[in-house]
């Protein structure tokens, strides 16, 4: 579908009662970029949702979407409705709990939250568990994906936020760091390297490194520190997991770099830091700029961060 180049001369005649349902079917449909998606998330039949975004546009006076393919992208006019209606559309959906909030009732509701295993497994149990402490009758899902499936459900509203490590931050991404870790060596015990008073880029090139998978911020900053200081590096294994990576270094099917998050105390590795050569890194909040936060978002930033101030706070 090609975009309107004109908007309607003349204001559109509203019709009150449905457009709230118009303009919930077109943001979900613009936040899946897909009609079929948008009607399973809203429990409706595809031609209903179909039938609910033409209306609009017959209102509007201008074309929405236009097809790319099996998916659909919003034209310049559907960017700028869409700006505008997304955040009204949110704060109605979440009015009834917002104002039990408010009454100082939150008693039920769900809560999204996307995050990778390592942040499901080492940072977030304190605060999961104080979490359900607080608010029992909160359900809390969590969703284990990668970085890269995070955040294309954060753009999606798929969930309320994400919690996770960012090297680079999107123009439409807020980032809010909550805790710093160091970056490490893990070894076998009894390793060459161990007996070096300190462990340079140069000194790891020659041993097989067991990295995540490439797609990984992990694998982007080793490749990044060893190119800084002219030093190569070769990985002999990929494996998905920090435990899985302990495990193999463990068993002496090579090192691997990590950060501190993931040790316990309980391997059988030599841990040697790389302080100087790799800068801290750190996880936090991460969220869609613009998005409004339910009240359950918010209970839960306040067990992960008191006091925390959010530029997308609505």
Same mark, same amino acid.
């Given at each position: 579908?090609?975009?309107s180049k004109s908007i309607a001369s003349a204001p559109p005649t509203y019709h009150k009662q449905?457009?709230?349902?118009?303009?919930?079917?077109?943001?979900?449909?613009?936040?899946?970029?897909?009609?079929?998606?948008?009607?399973?998330?809203?429990?409706?039949?595809?031609? $209903?949702?179909?039938?609910?975004?033409?209306?609009?546009?017959?209102?509007?006076?201008?074309?929405?979407?236009?097809?790319?393919?099996?998916?659909?992208?919003?034209?310049?006019?559907?960017?700028?409705?869409?700006?505008?209606?997304?955040?009204?559309?949110?704060?109605?959906?979440?009015?009834?709990?917002?104002?039990?909030?408010?009454?100082?009732?939150?008693?039920?509701?769900?809560?999204?939250?996307?995050?990778?295993?390592?942040?499901?497994?080492?940072?977030?149990?304190?605060y999961i568990k104080e979490f359900n402490q607080r608010y029992p009758k909160i359900r809390l899902?969590?969703?284990?994906?990668?970085?890269?499936?995070?955040?294309?459900?954060?753009?999606?509203?798929?969930?309320?936020?994400?919690?996770?490590?960012?090297?680079?931050?999107?123009?439409?991404?807020?980032?809010?760091?909550?805790?710093?870790?160091?970056?490490?060596?893990? $070894?076998?015990l009894e390793h060459p390297l161990t007996r070096l008073q300190q462990v340079t880029p140069q000194?790891?090139?020659?041993?097989?490194?067991?990295?995540?998978?490439?797609?990984?911020?992990?694998?982007?900053?080793?490749?990044?520190?060893?190119?800084?200081?002219?030093?190569?590096?070769?990985? $002999?294994?990929?494996?998905?997991?920090?435990?899985?990576?302990?495990?193999?270094?463990?068993?002496?099917?090579?090192?691997?770099?990590?950060?501190?998050?993931?040790? $316990?105390?309980?391997?059988?590795?030599?841990?040697?830091?790389?302080?100087?050569?790799?800068?801290?890194?750190?996880?936090?909040?991460?969220?869609?700029?613009?998005?409004?936060?339910?009240?359950?978002?918010?209970?839960?930033?306040?067990?992960?961060?008191?006091?925390?101030?959010?530029?997308?706070?609505?």
């Amino acid at each position: 579908m090609k975009s309107s180049k004109s908007i309607a001369s003349a204001p559109p005649t509203y019709h009150k009662q449905n457009q709230l349902k118009q303009l919930r079917a077109f943001c979900h449909a613009a936040q899946t970029q897909s009609v079929s998606a948008a009607a399973e998330r809203l429990l409706l039949s595809q031609p $209903t949702v179909s039938l609910q975004i033409q209306a609009l546009e017959r209102e509007f006076g201008v074309t929405l979407f236009e097809r790319r393919g099996p998916r659909i992208r919003l034209t310049p006019e559907g960017e700028i409705l869409y700006r505008l209606a997304e955040p009204q559309v949110a704060a109605l959906d979440g009015l009834y709990e917002a104002f039990i909030a408010q009454c100082g009732n939150l008693e039920s509701g769900e809560l999204n939250l996307a995050a990778g295993e390592s942040t499901i497994l080492y940072m977030l149990p304190k605060y999961i568990k104080e979490f359900n402490q607080r608010y029992p009758k909160i359900r809390l899902k969590l969703h284990n994906v990668t970085g890269r499936d995070g955040m294309a459900m954060l753009r999606a509203d798929g969930v309320d936020f994400a919690i996770g490590s960012m090297l680079e931050i999107p123009d439409d991404i807020l980032y809010y760091p909550v805790v710093g870790h160091k970056t490490v060596l893990i $070894t076998p015990l009894e390793h060459p390297l161990t007996r070096l008073q300190q462990v340079t880029p140069q000194d790891i090139s020659p041993h097989g490194l067991i990295l995540p998978p490439r797609h990984l911020s992990t694998w982007r900053m080793v490749d990044l520190v060893f190119k800084q200081h002219h030093a190569s590096y070769h990985v $002999t294994l990929e494996a998905g997991g920090w435990e899985v990576i302990k495990t193999y270094v463990e068993l002496g099917m090579g090192i691997s770099i990590v950060i501190d998050l993931c040790l $316990t105390g309980k391997e059988r590795v030599a841990c040697i830091p790389l302080d100087a050569y790799f800068p801290d890194r750190s996880y936090g909040i991460v969220l869609r700029r613009g998005k409004f936060l339910s009240p359950q978002a918010k209970r839960f930033l306040e067990v992960v961060e008191p006091g925390l101030q959010l530029e997308s706070d609505g």
